[in-house]
């Protein structure tokens, strides 16, 4: 009977990987979506640059203020309850910027989209986290590359939408519709992990332990180029170089392809050469990027400068939050901390980006940027360390996890 146990729960732990990686997938899609319609959601608010630079802050914001809730969510509703409603509760926040008529709207509407977005994702990277525990192998870097497939997926369908010109609250409306029902489909196989009986509720707002703080800077570096080329790659090529609506929205899916190619992969790599020179590298390939698009004469050229972003920084918040959960006792705690830190640079990378661009151009903003990817090659070295071992657990067992 313990051999028959064993082998149904690791038939399990492998159904739940695939359920994770397929929910990182949908939040991801959600993502996709909105980026490449961003141009037109722009317009119907009648949003100036600088407007919209301030309207981009506020899903990062909402996500900044929200995250450190996720943990008593869970706690309450378990792991399984808690990530179905609130991966719910995004994926139909998608259908609120498109509605939103002036900028006041907007920054409401992006307030809910990002906090909704910010708790689900807290609870997905716990989750996958644990599996990972459970699963004794590293698969951290594989379900961020799902999400990235799935911002793919969304921005391709994104891509084409704009490209017909579709109205993006059609478009938004029926793609809200269609990950809600997925993302309810997927979260049933994920573990349905409950805290125990006698176990303390988490503090409300979790913050990082000290020793994840310079975690949180690399991963600051990492989010905000990735925040910057996501929301403003599609917005450079139409005001920068003059590109159709359905090409600059395709330098958007050039990034995520790169990005999600680059984290499929990125488990392997990691194991053959470590984080930290995986990092550095990336770092390298990402600073070039910068300087491709800084300096391009023509859409082409700024859409592979794009690419290499996306390649260089892919992996780099998925070993953030590894690295993050090995720093403390408490995994969760530690994730949320840092996750908190990465969407800060969400949060002002938006807002940077276009304030820079109203004071100067947007080549400056992405100036900024290049220079951001530079410290990734400087400040790779603390995502070094042992990884955690596996502590194998029946689906609703309470969490946990030891550190070597």
């Known amino acids: 009977m313990t051999t028959d ?21 949908v939040h991801g899609a959600v993502t996709g979506s909105f980026a490449t319609r961003i141009p037109w959601i722009q317009e119907h608010a009648g949003v100036s640059a600088g407007q919209l630079g301030l309207a ?57 989209y990002g906090a909704t977005s910010g708790m689900s994702d807290v609870a997905m ?26 911002a793919l997926i969304g921005s391709a369908a994104g891509t084409v939408a704009a490209h017909l010109g579709g109205d993006a609250r059609i478009h938004h409306l029926l793609a809200a519709l269609a990950l809600t029902a997925l993302g309810l489909l997927f979260c049933q196989g994920v573990l349905d992990l409950r805290s125990a009986a006698d176990e303390e509720p988490p503090p ?23 925040g910057a080329s996501l929301d403003w790659s599609a917005v450079y090529l139409r005001d920068e170089l003059g ?67 996306g390649l260089g920084v892919a992996v780099v918040v998925p070993l953030a939050f590894a690295a993050a959960a090995r720093s403390g006792p408490n ?27 109203d004071a100067t151009s947007l080549v400056a903003s992405f100036g900024l940027v290049t220079v951001l ?17 596996a502590v194998p657990a029946a689906d609703g067992a309470p969490a946990r996890s030891t550190a070597p």
């Open 125 to 150: 990277n716990a989750l996958g986290v644990e599996t990972e525990n459970r699963l004794g192998r590293s698969i951290m870097s594989s379900l961020h590359g799902m999400w990235s497939a799935g």
């Open 56 to 112: 981009l802050a506020f899903p990062a914001l909402g996500a900044s203020l929200a995250m450190p809730l996720a943990g008593a969510v869970a706690h309450r509703l378990g792991a399984r309850t808690a990530l179905r409603a609130l991966l719910a509760l995004w994926t139909m926040s998608l259908t609120l910027p498109s509605l939103a008529p002036n900028i006041w709207g907007l920054c409401a509407a992006l307030f809910v």
């Open 5 to 25: 146990g064993t082998v149904l729960s690791t038939e399990r732990l492998r159904r739940a990987r695939f359920a994770v990686a397929a929910v990182f997938c």
């Open 243 to 309: 590109s159709s609506a359905g090409l600059a929205a395709a330098s958007t899916t050039a990034f995520a392809l790169t990005m999600a190619v680059a984290r499929l992969v990125g488990d392997r790599v990691v194991d053959r050469f470590g984080a930290v020179r995986t990092v550095r590298v990336g770092g390298a390939a990402a600073t070039l990027g910068g300087v491709l698009v800084v300096l391009a004469p023509h859409a082409a050229v700024a859409m592979a400068g794009f690419g290499l972003m």
């Open 331 to 357: 995994p969760s705690q530690a994730i949320a901390g840092v996750a908190t830190i990465t969407y800060t640079s969400g949060l002002i990378a938006p807002s940077a980006i276009g304030g820079i661009a």
């Open 373 to 389: 990817c530079l410290g990734l090659v400087v400040g790779a070295g603390v995502l070094g360390g042992r990884g955690r071992k």
């Open 204 to 226: 409300r707002f979790a913050l990082p332990p000290k020793s994840a703080l310079v975690i949180g800077a690399i991963g600051f570096c990492g989010v905000f180029a990735e």
